[in-house]
């Protein structure tokens, strides 16, 4: 496991946009494993800057983790609606080659089996993770098993509480979530996680140092082979 430390979030997101643009010009078919939440508002933010210096997403497909159940595509809190904010519209990525669970699906058994064949078919160059301040990642919130794939998570009721920032208010944040599972994270070829602030500094400190254990999901990356941590100092505070 790679840990990097940033002295702010900008250059954690910048140094994580290269390593991200290097796939993306080596690869003739690369594959982003992608996150949402506040986290990586700042690395999308980079990769738009990088599209406007030349930067082609035309051959890029992207996966991302989970989208709340019960949301439509078009609702503001809807992953997908937030995806299009602050990054599919505004680089020349082709939409129809991102994918996103689809959180109002009728069947939401068969869009887990449909979102595994698409992660089967696809398989992730590099997965971008944030970290709940209970060591979630995706929505695979403590005690999932190591073996999930996609599946259907009730929210923690801490991760509602973290979430209830972008709803009007705590009672409209949905209570289900559809999400990629930890087997599905583990098999991409790269992972980097990013966590900024101190609020995530406990979570981190269990990931990087404790016993891996699935009451603390981040923990299973120490199974990786290729894993970097992109850290700001106070999300780092508890490693020093
Ligand atoms: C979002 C996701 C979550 C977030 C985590 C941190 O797609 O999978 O695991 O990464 O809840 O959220 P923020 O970045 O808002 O602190």
Request: some cysteine; overall charge negative.
């Amino acid at each position: 496991m790679d840990i990097r430390i940033f002295s702010a979030a900008r250059e954690g997101a910048i140094y994580s946009a290269t390593v991200i643009e290097q796939i993306i010009k080596n690869r003739a078919y690369p594959v982003l494993g992608l996150a949402t939440g506040s986290t990586p508002i700042p690395l999308y933010y980079e990769l738009i800057r990088m599209h406007q210096w030349g930067l082609d997403f035309s051959r890029v497909t992207t996966i991302n983790l989970d989208e709340y159940v019960g949301i439509s595509a078009d609702h503001p809190q809807s992953y997908r609606y937030f995806m299009k904010r602050y990054l599919f519209d505004h680089v020349n990525i082709d939409q129809s080659r991102t994918y996103i669970p689809r959180g109002d699906a009728e069947d939401l058994e068969q869009e887990c089996q449909r979102y595994d064949q698409i992660i089967q078919l696809n398989p992730i160059d590099i997965q971008i993770l944030g970290i709940g301040i209970n060591g979630h990642i995706g929505f695979n919130e403590p005690d999932v098993s190591l073996k999930s794939k996609t599946h259907i998570v009730k929210l923690a009721h801490v991760t509602i509480q973290a979430n209830a920032r972008f709803f009007e208010s705590p009672g409209e944040v949905p209570e289900h979530a559809i999400t990629m599972g930890l087997q599905s994270i583990l098999l991409s070829k790269q992972i980097l996680l990013l966590a900024f602030g101190e609020e995530k500094a406990q979570a981190v400190v269990e990931a990087v140092y404790g016993d891996v254990r699935t009451s603390l999901p981040a923990s299973i990356l120490q199974l990786h082979p290729n894993v970097t941590f992109v850290l700001d100092e106070a999300a780092a505070a508890l490693l020093l």
